[in-house]
């Protein structure tokens, strides 16, 4: 049966979850979690955690998922370390530095690769088999053919959120709200302006942003059977009687291998709904998905009053446990006891005595040993063998089950025996001591002006699928030997890898020999297509030890993360060619939803969208490949008057992003940075390279 694995916010919610049927919680430890504002747990608190699940066979894992700079890694992987000795049964991860890392210091534990991955294709799973993940969290957005192919076919577990709250954004790819106020989804530190009003079309009361709650409890049996080994609930952030109600309905859904009630339907809608509950990505329906938080239910305080009772009085918990009890003449009573995972315990008594009267009989000592109650084990197999004519007090009796619970029960919390090694040695500083290579980037025909060409770039960066339908407007370019790369959407799914291979192909006749890719799923179509591959932005490269994954993996180069401040970036060792964003409007979401269609009435996408919030901030929505949108920030990043800065870097390259800008701006711009004209753009920022980030 699929594992069901519920959110643990607090001590009280690990109770909450497993009294109502969780195999697994998930929990953070320390500020390395994407739930930062949630109750993580003390080492204290999270050893206690650990011993009660594990002692009522549920297994815990522990949220270690969010990005890491090099002056916390050594303290992340001490997070890590400490999971592993207390006994956790995997930890999640985003970084690819810190898995790495993860991967030397304590090799034995599980490691999951997190929804922040933005896994949505099987090379993505499969990529992160190769990094030694034993289990994927597949992007929200997926549909149920997708997720099948993807469990059918992949090396590694997938794992599916089943409820709770949707991001507008694939998971890991959301910059909006570092952009707009330092707080880092990345870095468990989010804002959710997904939530906010924004102005579409002229009407400010609208929450284009906000998505429905998930709730996929009516086809549980469909993802079974498509090869999913885990449906999670998301919550951390909530209440624990919101988590021991929720964990309870899908629990007995899965145990009964049926659908919910209407009863139940109307239950999980109570205790949080966005004006219902969507499954418009498992359907492959994304349309009409927008919903917000209603008015609280002012009668939820008796309802969650008897869940608290429920969890917290009683112990509904039981683990299956095999007694044999042995009553021999001359021989210490005897007993042994045995769970169904291997454990098991040995308790002696006092030598029975002849009895005066009536002596013990096996039925009157299997009677006493079935007396668990109070205890997380219930009795399924009770023998017990006893001579004639022999007297064993019931106190004894009773003393010889409480010796075997108690040893039992200390067997299955102690953590099993699991390697240490040393922090693993930071990676080799390889640095860039030229000239940064001047990288121009164009998102639009227009941009592919011979003005800009005759600037002479050394790299010209532009969509694959754009410059296999029109390399005659690459081929400028080319004649003043700059080398074109095609660049990769960021999300591909399978059934679209085709047409993006065969974009590659076509350019790979045509002379280009790299691509730039933004998810790990996206390395091997590249290499398939004969292209060496350079990492951008997407791949999240927030530490030393990422670039080194990336060079592992036969990456040229790498971005720089735009999350780190400039100062971060010139510390990072660099055993790989290192790029980083200098100029342009940063990419803040890439989503599945299509904001374009909602402002237009209809799909319109040669028209770019705009989004205003309340402070007149406007953010351009343009069309991505697949029908997908991508939303920019609202002022541009601009750094030509820091030039001497970025010169101390140790940057391999320098690039300049276009994207709404005319052919004639992306020229003055590029000139600018060339020291060729004093041009400035209006409505700028130095984005986060001087902020940071929490």
């Not at 050893?47 to 700079?69: F, G, Q, S």
């Not at 149920?144 to 192919?149: C, T």
């Not at 121009?440 to 592919?448: G, I, M, P, Y």
């Not at 100029?583 to 799909?603: E, F, H, N, T, W």
């Amino acid at each position: 049966m699929m594992e069901l694995l519920s959110p643990a916010g607090s001590p009280e919610a690990v109770i909450a979850a497993v009294q109502n049927g969780a195999d697994a919680v998930y929990l953070g430890l320390g500020d390395f979690n994407a739930r930062r504002g949630a109750h993580n747990f003390t080492p204290e608190e999270f050893e206690k955690a650990v011993r009660y699940c594990h002692l009522r066979n549920c297994r815990v894992y522990v949220t270690l998922n969010t990005l890491v700079n090099d002056r916390e890694m050594t303290a992340a992987v001490a997070a890590a370390r400490l999971a592993s000795e207390k006994g956790a049964d995997a930890i999640l991860v985003q970084d690819l530095g810190l898995a790495q890392a993860i991967r030397l210091a304590v090799p034995d534990i599980p490691l999951h690769a997190s929804t922040q991955m933005s896994i949505h294709n099987l090379a993505g799973a499969e990529a992160a088999a190769q990094m030694g993940m034993t289990r994927v969290v597949l992007a929200r957005e997926l549909s149920l053919d997708e997720i099948r192919f993807i469990s059918k076919h992949a090396r590694v577990e997938t794992e599916v959120f089943v409820h709770g709250a949707l991001c507008f954004c694939h998971s890991g790819q959301c910059y909006f709200s570092a952009m707009i106020g330092r707080r880092s989804g990345n870095r468990g530190m989010c804002a959710q302006p997904c939530r906010m009003q924004y102005s579409l079309g002229g009407r400010m009361d609208d929450y284009p942003l906000s998505l429905k709650d998930n709730c996929l409890a009516d086809r549980l049996q469909e993802l079974e059977e498509a090869g999913v080994a885990c449906v999670k609930i998301e919550g951390r952030m909530k209440r624990p009687e919101y988590t021991g109600i929720v964990t309870g309905v899908y629990a007995k859904v899965l145990k009964e291998k049926r659908k919910p009630t209407p009863e139940e339907m109307g239950l999980l809608e109570r205790v949080f709904s966005r004006q219902g509950f969507t499954q418009g990505y498992l359907n492959g329906d994304k349309k009409d998905m927008h919903g917000i938080r209603a008015e609280a239910d002012e009668n939820l305080d008796r309802l969650y009053a008897d869940t608290r009772k429920a969890y917290c009085d009683g112990e509904v918990r039981r683990v299956p446990i095999h007694f044999y009890t042995l009553v021999e003449k001359g021989e210490k009573a005897k007993a042994i006891a045995f769970d169904d995972d291997g454990n098991r315990a040995v308790a002696f008594g006092p030598v029975p005595e002849r009895a005066k009267r009536q002596g013990v009989t096996a039925g009157y000592i299997v009677e006493q040993m079935y007396k668990t109650g109070g205890t997380p084990f219930t009795v399924v197999e009770n023998q017990a063998k006893a001579d004639e004519g022999l007297f064993l007090p019931a106190a004894e009796i009773n003393e010889l089950r409480r010796k075997l619970v108690s040893e039992l029960s200390e067997k299955r919390m102690t953590p099993p025996a699991r390697k240490s090694n040393p922090m693993p040695p930071e990676p080799e500083n390889m640095l860039h001591t030229g000239e940064p290579a001047a990288i121009f980037q164009v998102s639009t025909e227009e941009q592919l002006a011979p003005e800009l060409a005759e600037l002479k770039p050394g790299y010209l960066y532009a969509p694959a699928l754009l410059m296999a339908e029109r390399f005659d407007r690459v081929m400028p370019f080319l004649t003043n030997d700059t080398i074109p790369v095609a660049v990769l959407p960021r999300v591909i799914t399978d059934d679209e890898t085709e047409e993006i291979y065969s974009a590659l192909e076509k350019l790979s006749r045509y002379g280009v020999r790299e691509a730039l890719v933004g998810n790990i799923g996206h390395v091997a179509l590249a290499k398939q297509a004969g292209m060496g591959v350079r990492g951008d932005f997407g791949l999240n490269a927030f530490n030393s030890r990422t670039l080194d994954v990336l060079r592992t993996a036969g990456l040229l180069s790498a971005t720089a993360s735009f999350e780190l401040r400039l100062s971060q970036i010139r510390d990072m060792k660099k055993p790989l060619d290192t790029e980083m964003i200098i100029y342009g409007r940063l990419p803040v979401m890439v989503s599945d939803q299509c904001v374009i269609r909602q402002s237009a009435g209809k799909c319109n996408c040669q028209v770019p969208a705009q989004l205003s919030d309340r402070t007149g901030s406007v953010f351009p929505v343009v069309k991505e490949y697949g029908c997908r949108n991508v939303i920019y920030n609202a002022h541009k990043l601009y750094l030509a008057d820091k030039r001497s800065e970025l010169l101390s870097a140790g940057l391999w390259g320098m690039r300049l992003l276009f994207t709404t800008e005319s052919a004639r701006e992306s020229t003055e711009v590029a000139k600018a940075y060339l020291g060729l004209n004093d041009y400035q753009p209006n409505m700028l920022t130095r984005g986060l390279y001087y902020r940071g980030v929490e």
